[in-house]
């Protein structure tokens, strides 16, 4: 079992900048890909980006893509999305979430364990 926790969450004018931390503990002696996912209201929950358990590998949504980067610090056991150039439709709960198999995923049921998620509202 992996334990993620989401933090950096906020409310940030529009062409600001934010980074979200996802702490995982647990089974942290076996790696993860890793994953943002967002979900505004009233829409599903859709892929932002993801990483490759050496971090060599990292992926994102056309719509993020040149404005959030992913990364992750293995020795924290710690995965980051800098997010710049922040956009009003970027508002949504951002989660956090980790897949155990091999591989990279931007599917939903391609990841095994999913943080609460943390709050970001982009004001215009």
């Known amino acids: 079992q992996v334990q993620l926790v989401e933090s950096g969450g906020g409310l940030v004018q529009a062409g600001g900048s934010l980074r979200l931390s996802c702490k995982a503990s647990?089974?942290?002696?076996?790696?993860?890909?890793m994953g943002w996912f967002r979900q505004a209201p009233g829409k599903e929950r859709e892929f932002v980006a993801g990483v490759s358990r050496s971090g060599g590998t990292t992926y994102s949504a056309d719509s993020v893509k040149g404005r959030f980067t992913i990364s992750r610090d293995n020795a924290k056991n710690t995965v980051y999305l800098q997010m710049t150039s922040l956009k009003p439709e970027d508002t949504a709960v951002y989660y956090c979430?980790?897949?155990?198999?091999?591989?990279?995923?931007?599917?939903?049921?391609?990841?095994?364990?999913w943080g609460q998620g943390t709050q970001v509202t982009v004001s215009s």
């Open positions: 647990g089974r942290t002696d076996r790696s993860y890909a």
């Open positions: 979430a980790a897949r155990s198999d091999v591989g990279l995923g931007s599917k939903l049921t391609e990841y095994n364990y």
